[in-house]
Nanobody
Framework: QLQLVESGGGLVQPGGSLRLSCAVSENIFNFNSMAWYRQGPGKARELVARINVGGRTTYQNSVEGRFTISRDSAENMVFLEMSSLKPDDTAVYYC?????????WGQGTQVTVSS
C-alpha cells in the first residue's frame, strides 16, 4: 500500500524558511505528478505546487517566487522549500500523488508562521 510521509513542519517567524519533505514508498515516476497542498484554519484545501513526471512545475500565485518544489528520484522524495514565509502560509501541508484519476495523500505536517 502506498505511503506518503511528510516531515519538516514547525513554528517559524515571518520572513523565515522551512523545508518540507515527503517520503514516498513507491517510485515517484509511477505517478503522473507529485504535489503539495495546504489547508489553513477555516479554509478549503488548496494546491500549493505541483511537479509532473516530466519535471514541469506549477505554483499557486501567492507562493510563486517564494516556494520551490523539487524531487529526488533516487530516494523517492519530494520537497517543498519555503522562504519569506508569511502568517497566511500557516496551514497543514499535505503531500499528494496523482495517477490518472486517483489521488493519494499523506497525513500532513503543520506549518505555523508567527512571531
Amino acid at each position: 500500500q502506498l505511503q506518503l510521509v511528510e516531515s519538516g513542519g514547525g513554528l517559524v517567524q515571518p520572513g523565515g524558511s522551512l523545508r518540507l519533505s515527503c517520503a514516498v514508498s513507491e517510485n515517484i515516476f509511477n505517478f503522473n505528478s507529485m504535489a503539495w497542498y495546504r489547508q489553513g484554519p477555516g479554509k478549503a484545501r488548496e494546491l500549493v505546487a505541483r511537479i509532473n513526471v516530466g519535471g514541469r512545475t506549477t505554483y499557486q500565485n501567492s507562493v510563486e517566487g517564494r516556494f520551490t518544489i523539487s524531487r529526488d528520484s533516487a530516494e523517492n522524495m519530494v520537497f517543498l522549500e519555503m522562504s519569506s514565509l508569511k502568517p497566511d502560509d500557516t496551514a497543514v501541508y499535505y503531500c499528494n500523488a496523482r495517477l490518472l484519476r486517483k489521488e493519494y495523500w499523506g497525513q500532513g505536517t503543520q506549518v505555523t508562521v508567527s512571531s
